[in-house]
């Protein structure tokens, strides 16, 4: 991902906001740094989402830990 499609990507996401409580955890999988460091920084201003970056070999992790439902039966 560029750093512009990132900011298209935000920009669309903030049109959104009323909608993020439906998704409560993203995970970003990448091998960029200044992702990484985006959602260290950026991750806890978002509102009912909680957000985590993984490494792409750790793919299958990001994916079950962000498919998990807070007070359901894998959490």
């Known amino acids: 991902m560029t750093f ?3 900011l298209k990507d935000a920009r669309y996401g903030f049109g ?3 909608q993020w409580h439906r998704f ?3 995970a970003v ?3 960029k740094g200044w ?3 985006l ?5 806890p201003l978002v509102p009912f989402v909680e ?3 993984f490494k ?3 793919f299958d992790a990001a994916l079950a830990w962000a498919s998990e439902i807070e007070g359901g039966p894998n959490a």
């Open 35 to 37: 992702i990484e460091t």
């Open 16 to 18: 959104k906001i009323l």
């Open 51 to 53: 957000v985590r970056s």
């Open 56 to 58: 792409p070999d750790a």
């Open 4 to 6: 512009r499609a990132g």
């Open 39 to 43: 959602v260290a920084i950026a991750g």
């Open 24 to 26: 409560p955890r993203e």
């Open 29 to 31: 999988v990448t091998d």
